[in-house]
């Protein structure tokens, strides 16, 4: 449903202040012709006001009379609202001029000032300052008309004052500031609108007045989807206050539920109220799997589980889609006008990998080598002799091979070991364990000489040093309590050996792995 925007003011009753007999001014019982003693011709009201001077409301009543005692004038009256009663506050005569055809009396919009004119043998429109110290003595020639006289006055709605023609003419003559200090000021246009026939005399009391008129149509009704937002626009209404159901007082509101909203506009012509049905459209409806894993080469069929159009990002559509390592992953799906993403959580499943710092080995004769390689995404492990465990120790010349598996396959590392006849060898160890069960607890040097100097330095990861000593035959229990973390460590060492009288000088640095 639709309605069509419009200015302000449309097909709107120009006749906002019509002329009433003052035997139609009643308060309580007391009508207002019994106030007052001027009775004499007939008397009209041509306009009534309500307005604050100075801090003080002030009711006004102008009547004009026909040769009252003589007198030409037309008179103003203070209006009680709370007595009911009328009391005489000046009249306005000027010498020479024939009040008694006064026709066309209109107040400002504050009701400050008062213009009139004459309807026989005068083509002016005169302004009188109520407000000033002696108002006769304000009068002022605001306007004066380019064919015929002056006849009826009228405020409009939007506060200008539009004036007739006596005899009849295609259009009306407007006064656009008639609030403005200076009566050079009050903008008068002669031929300010144009009429589709001749108005006689008095003012059309239905005529069109196009102001801004809009053309787009607005939607009474609207349908969101489920979180998002929709403007709700009375702004082309260009009325003075709003006030929606929300409490909000702007011309448009953002809602983002379903329910009635309702704005109430006061506008310069009238008030109007508008009604908004937001409805929330249904929301799209789709499973999305859990994370789960592929491997490399492999492929898996994914099935979202709805009715609905899936659109995925690759251009591909369909609810059920066969994907592989690279995807497609991220997927958007519509029902109607609606649209909702999703995306599929997979993490890549990898072979398993095996890295050492080298896979050829050689020791002294007589000594032993714990080989430790580093597994990552192995989930079981299986050593050619068999043995499960994440290291083996090797203490002869040997060939062994490794193999890591997971739930993608299984890779094989060949790791070789030889054996030499060495002089005064110094053995240490490339792994320990410090675990308290006496086999393997202590990080030391070996070596069959006798030790002349010595001295060892072990380093963590950071570089930081965490063992001294330069007695051979102390050893690293991996920290207090033989407690030291899974995980490498670098060391420096130099030694000074002695063998049957010969000398042999022993430096170095290596790598150590504390296996717990």
């Not at 909702?340 to 050689?362: D, H, M, N, R």
Request: charged content about 20%; overall charge negative.
């Amino acid at each position: 449903m639709a309605r069509r925007g419009k200015g302000y003011c449309y097909a709107v009753d120009l006749a906002f202040f019509p002329p009433v007999e003052l035997g139609d001014l009643l308060f309580g019982d007391t009508p207002f012709t019994e106030v007052g003693t001027h009775t004499k011709g007939k008397v009209e009201v041509f306009g009534l006001s309500d307005q604050v001077f100075d801090g003080a409301v002030i009711e006004v009543v102008v009547v004009v009379v026909g040769d009252y005692d003589g007198i030409d004038a037309w008179q103003v009256f203070d209006f009680d609202n709370e007595t009911g009663t009328a009391e005489f506050s000046f009249q306005a005569g000027v010498p020479n001029v024939d009040f008694s055809t006064g026709y066309g009396v209109e107040f400002s919009p504050s009701s400050r000032y008062l213009y009139w004119n004459y309807f026989v043998f005068q083509a002016t429109i005169e302004r009188f300052d109520l407000a000033a110290d002696d108002p006769v003595a304000s009068r002022a020639a605001i306007a004066n008309a380019s064919v015929q006289t002056f006849a009826a006055l009228q405020l409009g709605p939007d506060g200008f004052i539009y004036a007739a023609r006596s005899n009849g003419a295609p259009f009306l003559s407007r006064i656009e500031a008639p609030d403005a200090v200076s009566p050079a000021d009050v903008a008068f246009v002669d031929q300010a609108i144009s009429l589709p026939g001749n108005s006689l005399l008095g003012l059309p009391t239905n005529w069109t007045m196009k102001n801004e008129v809009a053309s787009e149509d607005i939607d009474l009704e609207r349908e969101i989807c489920p979180g998002s937002q929709t403007v709700l626009d009375d702004s082309l209404w260009n009325g003075d206050a709003y006030l929606w159901s929300t409490g909000q007082t702007t011309p448009s509101i953002e809602v983002s539920e379903a329910g009635e909203y309702t704005v109430d506009i006061d506008m310069v012509c009238f008030n109007r109220s508008q009604t908004y049905e937001v409805s929330v459209l249904p929301e799209p409806v789709f499973t999305q799997p859990d994370t789960f894993s592929i491997c490399e080469g492999e492929t898996t069929q994914v099935d979202l589980l709805t009715d609905d159009e899936v659109l995925w990002s690759d251009g591909g559509t369909g609810s059920i889609r066969t994907i592989d390592i690279n995807g497609p992953f991220e997927f958007i799906v519509t029902k109607g006008d609606c649209s909702k993403p999703g995306a599929l959580s997979v993490l890549p499943a990898l072979l398993p990998a095996i890295e050492l710092s080298t896979f050829e080995f050689s020791i002294c004769e007589g000594s032993s080598l714990v080989v430790a390689p580093e597994f990552t995404h192995a989930d079981s492990i299986s050593w050619s002799d068999g043995s499960t465990q994440d290291f083996i120790r090797v203490d002869k010349e040997s060939s062994l091979s490794v193999k890591a598996f997971n739930d993608c396959g299984a890779v094989e590392q060949e790791i070789s070991v030889t054996v030499e006849e060495c002089h005064c060898p110094l053995f240490l160890p490339n792994a320990f364990t410090p675990n308290r069960d006496g086999i393997n607890d202590v990080f030391k040097a070996e070596t069959p000489c006798r030790s002349k100097a010595f001295e060892l330095v072990i380093f963590n990861r950071w570089g930081e040093e965490v063992f001294y000593t330069n007695d051979i035959s102390q050893g690293w229990i991996g920290g207090k309590d033989y407690y030291a973390p899974n995980t490498f460590y670098q060391y420096r060492y130099s030694a000074t050996l002695e063998k049957n009288g010969e000398i042999f000088f022993r430096e170095g640095t290596g790598h150590l792995q504390s296996i717990r």
